[in-house]
C-alpha cells in the first residue's frame, strides 16, 4: 500500500520560513523514478499545484512561489521538501503531496497558516 505522509506545516508570521517533508511508503511505489508534486488549497479556493520535481531533479514553479520555494527530493529516504521561505498571508493553505496527478498518490495534508 502506497503512502505519502506530509509534515513540517504550523504557524509562522509573515516572511518567516518552514520546511515541509513529504515521505513515501509501500514497496511498489519507485520513489526515485517518480514525478513528486506540491499542491495547496486555500480554503474556498481550487487545489493548486506549486512545484515539480522529476527523477532526474528537474524542477519547475507556479510564478505565485517561484523565487521564494524551493523543491527538492532525497530518494535513498523517499521523501520530497517544500522549503518555503518569504511566506505570505495569502500562502495560508492545506500543502499536499503527490504522484500521478488527481488520480495518482496524495497525502493527507498538512496546514500552514501565515499570520502575525
Known amino acids: 500500500q502506497v503512502q505519502l505522509v506530509e509534515s513540517g506545516g504550523g504557524l509562522v508570521q509573515p516572511g518567516g520560513s518552514l520546511r515541509l517533508s513529504c515521505a513515501a511508503s509501500?514497496?511498489?511505489?519507485?520513489?526515485?523514478?517518480?514525478?513528486m508534486d506540491w499542491y495547496r488549497q486555500a480554503p474556498g479556493k481550487e487545489r493548486e499545484m506549486l512545484a515539480t520535481?522529476?527523477?532526474?531533479?528537474?524542477?519547475n514553479y507556479v510564478d505565485s512561489v517561484k523565487g521564494r520555494f524551493t523543491i527538492s527530493r532525497d530518494n535513498d529516504k523517499r521523501t520530497v521538501y517544500l522549503q518555503m521561505n518569504s511566506l505570505r498571508p495569502e500562502d495560508t493553505a492545506v500543502y499536499y503531496c503527490n504522484s500521478g496527478g488527481a488520480r495518482g498518490y496524495w497525502g493527507q495534508g498538512t496546514q500552514v497558516t501565515v499570520s502575525s
Open positions: 509501500g514497496s511498489s511505489f519507485s520513489f526515485r523514478y517518480m514525478t
Open positions: 520535481i522529476t527523477s532526474g531533479g528537474r524542477t
